[in-house]
């Protein structure tokens, strides 16, 4: 069984636990890296995949994953792959216009080396 709380012992149970997220200088520790969520039922922040909220002790919704990510993520890659394939098409197109130089210019003679005097 849950038993329930006067509304003055809820609200210092809310400041006890409270104080344990805090820095020595005062910060909280949800500011630094840990994502975030507002409990729907008593509006604390909570953690964002918590299950039950700390404060109210009630089951939380589960959190909505985000999608919009994974779509600039293939963005990129084609315009990564489309940098590769013209970076590639504009190099092949250089060795094989030098290429033709090669084959199309005369052999050259070597020189006739002089003895040292």
């Given at each position: 069984m849950h038993s329930r709380l006067h509304p003055r012992q809820k609200d210092q149970k809310r400041k006890k636990s409270r104080t344990s997220f805090?820095?020595?200088?005062g910060q909280s520790l949800y500011g630094i890296g840990m994502r975030t969520r507002i409990c729907p039922f008593c509006k604390e922040q909570i953690h964002g995949q918590a299950l039950v909220c700390r404060y109210c002790t009630r089951d939380l919704p589960p959190v909505e994953q985000r999608r919009n990510k994974s779509s600039h993520g293939w963005l990129a890659a084609i315009i990564a792959a489309g940098i590769i394939v013209s970076g590639a098409a504009f190099l092949a197109a250089e060795?094989?216009?030098e290429r033709k130089n090669w084959l199309t210019e005369p052999p050259r003679q070597p020189e006739p080396q002089n003895p040292p005097d």
């Open positions: 805090l820095t020595t200088n060795f094989l216009r």
